[in-house]
């Protein structure tokens, strides 16, 4: 059934692709034909997700930290969020609760790095900086530390064998007991306040099966430092309750000292055996839990058509492996970022974004969330007619006092629609990944920072529904970094406008659609119900009542975002001259109208 549905999807894009024109890139701008796409490594692809329905577990339920409720109150557009770890246990609970209000039904977590470290003269693991760190301290068995205790150990099986690598990875999560392949050789030790979890394997990242000890040989120890009670479970218990689906992060690869936005490819083999020892035991103990969605890879990598040589992607491609032997039918989450600057030398265009987007593909990570990049100020939002208009003065501190046209290669929205081109090549070639768009839910700066760290500030619900408008009908999904501080904080907070918004129209696209033997215009967007569509041109304007005149669709396909719905009314093109550009919004009754009128030109 769902290769019917990718089929619609694909014919959709095409018949939108051939009644549609929109304003292309200028054909001056450079396009890089050196693209590198041709992988050497070429995994499966994992089926990626359907769209899921989470249904709360009840409607309300009370615990320790309070009552809380279960239910949607104001669906949004978005419906995925980041959230960070926390100590206090009580927090995840109020973030769900919210997340989930506003109808969001996906949870991704932020996570932690494994870390190549030394140690002193007494096994002691030292920070970066040379001094001990204070977080393996607690670390001993038998009076001595854990790296002392792990070579004492391996020399007992070989007197040849010694440690020549030493790696940390902290965390909330326990494990169990598939986190280790050797035992007694690896195991669990009590620290106290923290439990650690001791691994030796060979550096190549094989993790051999036979766990021979006896021929004397260089091993890797990995400490982890965890905690006696599990996060993850908790928070799954939490994504069960409230209908949302949690996707946890895998370790962050060790990043190459001499071009930190790399993976180090020295720390690869070892990564690879702490994500299977990892994977192994969520398999072991999440396989089945429907609120799994599935796994975050943290480490991001820029867009660009020089993708398929970056090391990175050896790691996705590695991990893409292990998910699939572990946790079939899980997908693995990645969230690159986009830089559309013409003024610095890494700025890249929609074409050579897109050539990223399909080295990504060739991993066999299932969804590619792409960061809009707005938050950041590395693109802007803006229509094609409006190139020739001054950037948003809260862009300005990013690239100055410009036109949109003379400070990017494209908008959002370029970027997106090349994207979905990409995957459609990708889906007819066997590699089904889904495209999911990541609106940032900050500014570049503001007079409120919102996070404990840098300077970005607090943005707000009118600048993410323009967001949402240019990812368009393109995207399956729509997520954004990141609840934690940037949708809470301020006065008003985004989320606050959210819960008193919520109703607003989003209009995302408009296409010409004849339904015979009417000509007319087919909308999309959100919470169309008994809107009034305005078609605004040189020679007049026409409001077109929904209810009256046309028909609205409230299921959307399965390739579109949640909430999407589908108007059409009765228009005449004739009447709007050939190549100009048209303005569309949507008003409903109570008087909320769209505040991003979609820009929209037909060739009649």
Known sequence: MRWLLVLLGAAVLAAVAAVVVVLPVDDAEPVNTTSQATSTSTPTSTPAPTRAEPTPMVS???????????????????????????????????????????????????GYGLQYRTVDGKGRVKTRDGEVDSLYEACEEDGVTCHESAERDLKEAHPDNRIGRVYVYRTDESFGDNLFRCRPMERRIDGGKRTYFRLIAPPDGSD????????????????????????????????????VQ?????????????????????????????????????????ADRQSLGGVYQPFEVQMSDTLAGNPTLEVYADQHRIVAQELPGKPILISPYLDARKRVPFGQTPAQVAEGFKALARTGVGIIAPQDSRGTGKVGLYWPDERGDEVDERLRPVVGESTYGTAYHGSTRDYYREMAEAREEMIEGGRDVQLWANVEAFEPSGDEPCATHGTRGKTDKKRLDQAVAMAGRYVQKIVSYMWSDFMTCGSPSVESEIMRDWQRPIAVDAIRRARAP???????GYNLKDGTVTVTWSGGTADLVVSEVGWLDEDPLDELPEHMQTAWVPFDWGQVPEGEWVRITVKLPSGQSTTEPLHVRIDT
């Open 60 to 110: 309300e339920f009370t615990d320790p930290c309070g009552t809380f409720e279960t239910q949607e109150k104001a669906p949004y557009a978005v419906t995925g969020y980041w959230i960070t770890p926390t100590s206090n246990p009580c927090t995840w609970r109020s973030q769900l609760q919210q997340i989930h209000r506003v109808g969001g039904d996906t949870v991704i977590r932020i």
């Open 208 to 243: 051999d099966p036979t766990c021979d000890f006896s021929k004397g040989a260089t091993y890797d120890l990995i400490l982890i430092a965890g905690s006696p009670e599990d996060s993850l479970t908790k928070l799954l218990d939490l994504g069960d309750q409230f209908g």
């Open 246 to 286: 949690v996707f946890p992060a895998l370790p962050l690869a060790p990043r190459d000292p001499d071009s930190p936005i790399r993976a180090n490819r020295k720390h690869i083999g070892t990564l690879t055996t702490v994500t299977r020892r990892i994977l192994q035991d969520y398999g072991a103990r999440f």
């Open 518 to 524: 009417e000509d007319g215009v087919e909308v999309r």
